[in-house]
């Protein structure tokens, strides 16, 4: 009977059903004191409803048990929600370690997903049912918002960082994408679907996706072009095989994790966290790189940790 | 002559000199305390930033003249010494005094925003290191430096706003003074003046460490 | 529009005391301030509502039925910054605060008058900025002014707009100075804090709120202006800032500024319920410290709305723990207000509807606010109409519902006229209906995914969005009667007297409408506020 | 008289102690104290503060009201600034230690999901 007019969306995720439940608890706690109000106040108002503009009412100054009951109760529940909300919270904002990767840059009023194996899509994103992903976002002007209710998963996506989501589509079909932050103009034009396939039918449609190349190679290509072996080939600068996810030493004596965000920075603002032992030499590629070669940059210095990387190099 | 005044002295809402003497100050607290959170915008943004880009905002304070600041700071303690004393002349009902003590505020006030216009603002611009308009810097942590100077251009930019503010408030008690318009019974406006130059004063002492001195000159 | 009582002897007041323009327009006298704040903002709430009637029109049709996405983005634009800015912010403070705050400590002004007057003409000042950005172009930031966006890609009239909210958010801070020094100095012999009417507490908190919150938006839209102006970069991630900085500036302040909003209805439904049910209020000292505690508790809890901005996560649970702690008082409250009710003597005038209808509908807006404090909840609704609902609901159904009953109540006093009751109980009944119908299909839109700031949305969201607009049609309507027969009784509606509703107060213990130095002589107070129950009111 | 009146040595003693804390402030900056540095200087800065503060602007001799303005004050500005940060350098704390997870967080069993689950069927 519902069919027509569902209090819910899809749940269409690892995720959904989790934040459905806590939904349905807190929709109780709020149906049961809305009534408890709205009953004692309609009680009360008839009961006790003026007879006649003499009568004179027995005056209350107050019960400080009553007082202290109507804040333990509150403080109680909300104290449930808080625990149960958080932990979900957290469970659901930490991808598997075994997340497939893909990367979301978000612009005026469109967005462009791109695959590691390098096939890109705008407005549209082809994944695989039963597996989790994990998008990595950014965006090249404003603060954007990457949101898919029937997975009921949502992050910004800002300008000048990383922001991260994962999910695990548990139903294959065609899901909203909405872009949820105020963008400009066209903000309530920049949707598009997630498509949910059975794996072998995904693994086709990227067989058949204009098959340019991994996104590692196309990093790869780039990381000739701009010349970047000329000093980090030479020991000039600081190698890059292997160092992806690994701390290293800085010339401030600090260190850093190398990451996704380090690895921008450092192609963008290179004097910013400076590697011990090398010279200040990196010029800026800020103006050079788009966001999306940067995403291919990175995942080519990735590739260079793993197996693969090593053995083409 | 402060016994003739105490009539016109008090205005119509207030039953005596005392709560309108204690409402005048509370009030000028309680916009102190706007002002603390005006400028607190300024520092926690300062704060976050200095974290995030140590090294730059160093630099950029090194480009500094701590010499000037530190003239500076002497300037505008020695006004708040003045002002300290003016409002003391005009609780004792001394107009003379209370004149001299205002001069010398006034002038020390404007001492003040005269050294920072020529020798400060007008030597970083001149440098190019006026973010948005002419900046350059060559060295590393360009873009944090440029930060800094934001901030730098900012904090002491809205602090000079509020000197000349000062300056204004002082010049029109100057020529109520000079009618002999406060006595001991009537001298909330100078008592109130003096907390908001005390209080830019405070600003500044701040401000001083945190943008000249903090990254160290060793 | 002053009218003089006619009575058997006729009585100067402070409406007819004199009758020039200049009289209005140089007035310190914090009623005739309050007068021009009523008409200020009453003016704004057409405009705001204006551009709401656009939208929800346009919202009928999935394609948008009526204007252009960049058009809509500009009415909710106009339609948040003039509702927030210009019409909940200073209208309970603002009209009854002024008009009441003196007169319920037996005070004859406030402390500061000229400072009163200068906060109406800044006001007014912010006002024309906005208006001047609104009609010379329009501005499409949203009221929350995100940088990029609003600092680098906008070409509208962002800058007047941005100095109108910085210009009267020093209106604010002066009005909630002046309050607070004079709830503080001013007192009349024997109004000691636990007698003061609760009505005092809120707005006093809420003062305190205005006092620290509002001078950090004004630096937070300054430095927006300086973006602009000069592209420096302090938010701006082309340049290193961090455009989540500005957020945590913006809602250190606007997060706060939805309690200036709510509090001070808070305070007015206290009143309205203990006059209406001939009761002392229940707890006095648990709802004026909550009161308090909600004020300081605003502070700590902004963070909930960058939830899924890529704040820290850590930081998220810190202010989703805190953010839970806002129900606790507000719980009170309720309770305490329905607890009231018990054996009480109740009568059923306009005020009191909108009272009762003020307590249902804020129970329903604060319990949809634990949503959004579930971290887990929030990622799903947040930036979606479920939000939308909720804070219209608390600012809407609580804030305008308490400032519409407060009118009602203290009409009399302000004009020494009586509105027609049956009327008036007619558009309490049409603003409840019209209300929930506009704003609950909202919350079922959102948890469904309908982002807000959508002018083009999936048909499948549809009915549910002409059900809210068949719902906004009738609120309008119902917003629409009062100002009808309000105006109509100034001329023509019958003479009140002192204490049409035999309410306790100081202020109902002065001719309505009260002379300029409110009270004959200074008032002694002995009893507690709401000392019901003891013998009848001296009225006369 | 209203208000209090200070002796004029009073006044020039703090003038002296603010010069005088100036001109430290200066120096120390001159030294390499690492860390230490930057707490000295806002340590003097400080106390510079609270000498303006006390003598020249009267706290010392005014009512506990004034004294609450001004704590109030610095309690909220240490609010904006200690939340802000505490996102700033948290935000990189990613991710979530596994602990977290293992050790969860008791939960309450999920509610009477049969009555409200509305099927789609």
């Known amino acids: 009977m519902w069919q027509g007019f569902p209090i819910r969306p899809d749940q269409a995720s690892t995720i959904a059903r989790g934040v459905d439940y806590l939904y349905y608890f807190l929709t ?5 004191f809305t009534a408890v109000i709205f009953l004692t106040i309609f009680y009360f108002a008839l009961r006790y409803r003026r007879r006649s503009e003499k009568e004179q009412p027995p005056q209350i100054e107050g019960n400080i048990p009553l007082e202290l009951l109507w804040t333990a109760i509150p403080l109680g529940l909300v104290v449930i929600v808080f625990l149960w909300g958080t932990s979900l919270f957290i469970q659901n904002s930490r991808p598997p370690a075994a997340a497939a990767e893909i990367f979301v840059v978000g612009k005026q009023w469109m967005w462009k997903l791109q695959h590691p194996e390098g096939v890109a899509e705008i407005n549209e994103l082809h994944v695989p049912v039963n597996r989790p992903i994990k998008l990595t976002m950014t965006s090249e002007d ?46 309530s034009l920049m949707r598009g679907e997630v498509i949910v396939m059975e794996p072998p039918e995904y693994e086709q449609w990227l067989s058949g996706g204009i098959r340019g190349e991994s996104m590692a190679q196309a990093g790869a290509k780039l990381y000739d072009q701009l010349a970047c072996i000329t000093c980090h080939g030479t020991g000039k600068g600081p190698s890059l095989s292997g160092v992806y996810g690994k701390p290293v030493k800085l010339s401030d004596g600090s260190t850093v994790v190398v990451d996704d965000a380090y690895l921008r920075e450092s192609v963008l603002y290179p004097s910013a966290k400076i590697v011990a032992g090398y010279p200040p030499l990196m010029p800026t590629f800020k103006g050079q790189v788009t966001e999306d070669q940067l995403l291919q940059l990175i995942a080519y210095i990735k590739s260079l940790s793993s197996e693969e990387g090593k053995a083409r190099k | 002559m402060a016994d003739s005044h105490a009539g016109a002295a008090l205005a119509h809402q207030f039953e005596d000199l005392e709560q309108q003497h204690e409402a005048a100050s509370l009030g000028m607290w309680i916009f102190l305390a706007t002002e603390v959170m005006f400028f607190g915008g300024l520092f926690a943004g300062y704060t976050i930033y200095r974290n995030l880009y140590m090294p730059g905002f160093d630099a950029g304070s090194h480009l500094l003249n701590v010499t000037i600041g530190a003239i500076n700071t002497a300037v505008l303690i020695c006004s708040s010494l003045t002002m300290a004393l003016g409002v003391r002349a005009a609780q004792l009902g001394k107009r003379k005094t209370l004149l001299t003590f205002l001069i010398c505020t ?43 100077f934001c901030f730098y251009f900012l904090m002491t930019g809205v602090h000079a706003l509020h000197m000349v503010v000062g300056v204004g408030v002082l010049s029109v008690l100057l020529a109520l003074a000079w009618k002999g318009h406060f006595g001991p019974q009537r001298y909330n406006a100078v008592e109130t003046a003096g907390l908001y130059w005390h209080f830019v004063d405070i600003v500044w002492i701040f401000l001083f460490p945190l943008l000249y001195l903090i990254g160290g000159r060793y | 529009m002053a009218t003089a009582a006619v009575g058997p002897e006729t009585r100067v007041d402070y409406l007819n005391v004199d009758y020039g323009i200049k009289s209005w327009l140089l007035t310190t006298d914090h009623k005739r301030i309050a007068l021009l704040y009523l008409v200020s903002i009453t003016l704004f709430f057409f405009v705001g509502g204006a551009a709401a009637a656009l939208m929800r029109l346009n919202l009928i049709e999935p394609n948008g039925a009526l204007v252009e996405p960049a058009t809509y983005n500009k009415l909710f634009s106009t339609h948040g910054i003039i509702m927030v800015f210009f019409f909940m912010i200073p209208s309970i403070p603002a009209v009854l605060g002024n008009f009441l705050v003196p007169m319920m400590i037996g005070a004859r002004d406030l402390a500061f008058p000229r400072l009163n007057l200068l906060s109406w003409y800044i006001f007014m000042a912010g006002g024309a900025l906005c208006m001047y950005a609104v009609i010379g172009g329009g501005v499409d930031t949203g009221w929350t002014f995100y940088t990029p966006l609003s600092t680098t890609y906008l070409n509208t009239n962002v800058m007047s707009a941005a100095l109108g909210v910085f210009v009267a958010g020093f209106s604010s801070i002066l009005t909630g100075l002046n309050f607070v020094v004079t709830i503080h100095k001013m007192r009349a012999p024997g109004m000691t804090w636990f007698r003061m009417p609760l009505f005092l507490w809120a707005i006093y908190a809420t003062s305190i709120i205005q006092i620290l919150g509002t001078p950090v938006l004004a630096i937070t839209l300054a430095l927006v202006g300086l973006e602009r102006l000069f592209h420096v970069g302090i938010f701006d991630p082309a340049v290193g800032g961090d455009p989540i900085l500005f957020q945590h500036l913006f809602w250190f302040y606007s997060h706060p500024a939805v309690y200036i909003m709510i509090l001070p209805s808070l305070g007015v439904i206290s009143e309205l319920v203990t006059c209406f049910a001939k009761k002392r209020i229940f707890g006095y000292s648990f709802v004026a410290f909550s009161s308090v505690a909600i004020a300081a508790i605003s502070f700590l809890v902004w963070g909930h709305h960058m939830f899924v901005s890529g704040q820290s996560i850590y930081a998220g649970i810190i202010f989703s723990g805190l953010s839970f702690a806002v129900a606790i008082p507000s719980a009170i409250k309720v309770f305490n207000w329905t607890a009231t009710l018990y054996k009480g003597s109740i009568s059923y005038q306009a005020p009191m509807l909108y009272a009762l209808g003020f307590i249902g509908l804020f129970t329903m807006g604060g319990l949809t606010g634990l949503f959004l404090a579930t971290l887990a909840v929030d990622t799903h609704v947040h930036d979606t109409y479920f939000v939308v609902g909720h804070f219209h609901y608390i600012m809407v159904g609580g804030a305008v519902m308490g400032y519409l009953g407060g009118i009602h109540f203290w009409w009399p006093k302000i004009t020494g006229r009586l509105y027609p009751d049956g009327w008036a109980r007619l558009a309490a009944a049409i603003i409840f209906i019209g209300f929930n119908l506009t704003f609950f299909p909202q919350y079922m839109l959102g948890y469904l995914g309908m982002p807000r700031r959508y002018a083009i949305y999936p048909p499948e969201f549809q009915v549910l969005n002409v059900m809210s607009s068949a719902g906004a049609s009738i609120l309008g309507v119902g917003y629409l009667i009062p100002l009808v027969y309000m105006i109509w009784s100034i001329r023509y509606g019958p003479v009140a007297g002192p204490n049409p509703w035999g309410a306790k107060g100081l202020e109902w213990q002065t001719p309505s409408p009260p002379p300029t130095e409110n009270f004959p002589e200074t008032p002694v107070v002995t009893e507690e506020a709401y000392a019901y129950g003891a013998k009848e009111v001296a009225v006369g | 008289m209203l208000g209090h009146v200070v002796p004029k040595k009073t006044y020039f003693l703090i003038f002296g102690a603010l010069l005088a804390l100036t001109a430290l402030t200066t120096s120390v900056a001159y030294l390499n104290l690492g860390q230490w540095n930057t707490i000295a200087a806002l340590a003097i800065a400080c106390c510079k503060a609270t000498l303006v503060v006390l003598f020249f602007m009267h706290l010392r001799w005014s009512t506990r009201l004034m004294r609450v303005v001004l704590i109030s004050a610095l309690l909220w500005l240490a609010i904006l600034i200690s939340l802000t940060t505490t996102d700033f350098f948290s935000r990189n704390w990613t991710p979530i230690p596994e602990s977290w997870e293992t050790s ?11 009555e409200l689950r509305t099927s789609r069927q």
Request: net charge negative; glycine share 6%; charged share 15%.
């Open chain 2, 106 to 148: 006034l002038a020390l006030g404007l001492a003040f925003i005269l050294i920072k216009l020529t020798l400060e603002w007008r030597h970083d611009y001149l440098e190019g290191f006026a973010p948005g308009l002419n900046f350059t810097f060559a060295g590393p942590h360009a873009k944090s430096v440029e930060l800094f």
């Open chain 1, 142 to 187: 404003v603060i954007h918002d990457f949101s898919v209710p029937a997975f009921r998963v949502k992050k910004d996506v800002v300008p000048g960082m990383y922001t991260t989501l994962w999910f695990e589509a548990t139903k294959t079909g065609s899901f909203h994408l909405f872009c949820d932050q105020y963008c400009g103009t066209n903000h």
């Open chain 1, 28 to 32: 109780a706690i709020d149906l049961f």
């Open chain 4, 104 to 114: 969860r967080l008791p939960l309450p069993s999920p509610p009477a999901q049969d």
